[in-house]
């Protein structure tokens, strides 16, 4: 990834809490608990796993800047989901912390010298090493990927 790359990257990632709320600010609080299936997530819990993985991604990040090769946490979200009861949880509150643990890790990530983009975590999950550009990758699409879960589960909602 040359640096040009990163810095897009870097950006996107950036962009994505503004793009949740003004999705959120779009989406009908009456449908936050509708699934378009017992298998998929409704809005709550989708927003309720956003602040679990922000605070993952945050720890995972710093890992591999701070000590580079360690291994970090590996978790399930579908068994987080249920064992945490996602939506007994407060969305208010998973939203306050998605806010700031990503402007956190942006605050870090776009003030990184060059020589921390090479370094990784060991994910025991994966059972190999992951960059710090890959981590970047991943999250960087996360937010939105969950945007586009949120609009069709209002074009569900809507149908129905």
Sequence with gaps: MTPEERTNYIEHYGRGWSELMEQLAHTPREMWQFKPSPADWSVHEMVVHMADSET???????????????????????VWSIALDYHQREVEDALALIR????????????????AWTHTYFHPELQEQV????????????IPGHIQQIRGNIEDWQAR
């Design 56 to 78: 993952n991604s945050y720890l995972r990040c710093r890992k591999a800047v701070a000590q580079s090769g360690s291994a970090i946490m590996g978790y399930d979200q579908d």
């Design 131 to 142: 960059p710090l550009e890959a981590w970047l990758m991943t999250y960087a699409a996360h």
């Design 100 to 115: 700031l643990v990503r402007k956190m890790t942006y605050d870090l990530i776009r003030t990184l010298p060059e020589a």
